[in-house]
Nanobody
Framework: QVQLVESGGGLVQPGGSLRLSCAAS????????MSWYRQAPGKQRELVAYITTGGSTNYRDSVKGRFSISRDNAKNTVYLQMNSLKLEDTAVYYCKLLRGGVDYWGKGTLVTVSS
């Protein structure tokens, strides 16, 4: 089974930046869609961004122009560059891999935006 490990979370001030990484135990090349989700306290988990095997990306409206998802198949890693962070971006961020019709989730990394 695929294992995903997120890293890069932490405390950042509003307007700051963080880069999250998600390292997969196996290859993410091929027909594997990668995505980032987040869950704030008391809220449902929501999709932040995803990237297709062809490299197409999509973002939820609230992060467009601020976040960027990318993948490095050689390193079996997906990234989420987060710029101009806002208080409402505070959440646990999860990496997800869709492979063979099965969702694989990481354990999450906490991002706290606070002044």
């Amino acid at each position: 089974q695929v294992q995903l490990v997120e890293s890069g979370g932490g405390l950042v001030q509003p307007g700051g930046s963080l880069r999250l990484s998600c390292a997969a135990s196996g290859s993410i090349s091929g027909n594997n869609a990668m995505s980032w989700y987040r869950q704030a306290p008391g809220k449902q988990r929501e999709l932040v961004a995803y990237i297709t095997t062809g490299g197409s990306t999509n973002y939820r409206d609230s992060v467009k122009g601020r976040f960027s998802i990318s993948r490095d198949n050689a390193k079996n890693t997906v990234y989420l560059q987060m710029n101009s962070l806002k208080l409402e971006d505070t959440a646990v961020y999860y990496c997800k891999l869709l492979r063979g019709g099965v969702d694989y989730w990481g354990k999450g990394t906490l991002v706290t935006v606070s002044s």
